[in-house]
């Protein structure tokens, strides 16, 4: 079955660093561009990074300098490191996958469940 | 960044009526335009791809068309589990970025 499936969210205080991981399976994971996109409670879906098959990574600006997005390919993981955290920054975070494109990038056709991240004091 | 726009904010209809949203692009993104469903607790789900394709297992009433700056996404004889938030998203250019969505309520 393709899937994927985040971890590492959890309540942080403002300033304070989180480690975000999505474990991927079922597809060659290595041929797929990846994603993060967020949602905060009541608002809207926010592309917050990706990162191509290549390795060129890419961010939203409201995170830019903040959040690194990372692939470990032999592991099937992709990873964002959440730096400088503000209230702003709370959300249900998804991974999702789309196929490589000429420009831009895919459609994200397969999403996990999310995970919450909370910033809060 | 290509900003969308997706009108309405909410749309109030019955089962079994036609449901047409709309998105437009400050610029272009030819064909390259997406539809996503997403319910509470859920993952969003992808609906159409390069405006007009249906994903896999999405049923033949969604349908989308359009292209350049606008794009229309069309569910013709609405089913009860279609009742949810519909987003839609360029995938063209980088930053890749989503509407703010159409709120599809029970009339």
């Known amino acids: 079955e393709v899937q994927l499936v985040e971890s590492g969210g959890g309540l942080v205080q403002p300033g304070g660093s989180l480690r975000l991981s999505c474990a991927a399976s079922?597809?060659?994971?290595?041929?797929?561009?990846v994603h993060w996109v967020r949602q905060a409670t009541g608002q809207g879906l926010e592309w917050v990074s990706g990162i191509t098959a290549a390795g060129n990574s890419y961010y939203a600006d409201s995170v830019k300098g903040r959040f690194t997005i990372s692939r470990e390919n032999a592991k099937n993981s992709l990873y964002l490191q959440m730096n400088s955290l503000r209230d702003g920054d709370t959300a249900v975070y998804y991974c999702a996958r789309s196929a490589i494109a000429a420009a831009g990038s895919g459609a994200f056709d397969i999403w996990g469940q999310g995970t919450m991240v909370t910033v809060s004091s | 960044e290509i900003v969308l726009t997706q009108s309405p904010a909410t749309l109030s209809l019955s089962p079994g009526e036609r449901a047409t949203l709309s998105c437009r692009a400050s610029q272009s993104v030819s064909v390259y335009l997406a539809w996503y469903q997403h319910k509470p607790g859920q993952a969003p789900r992808l609906l159409i791809y390069d405006t007009s394709n249906r994903a896999t297992g999405i049923p033949a009433r969604f349908s989308g068309s359009g292209s350049g700056t606008d794009f229309t996404l069309t569910i013709s004889g609405l089913e009860p589990e279609d009742f949810a938030v519909y987003y839609c998203q360029q995938r063209r250019s980088w930053p890749i970025t989503f509407g703010q969505g159409t709120r599809l309520e029970i009339k």
């Open positions: 079922g597809f060659t994971f290595s041929t797929y561009d």
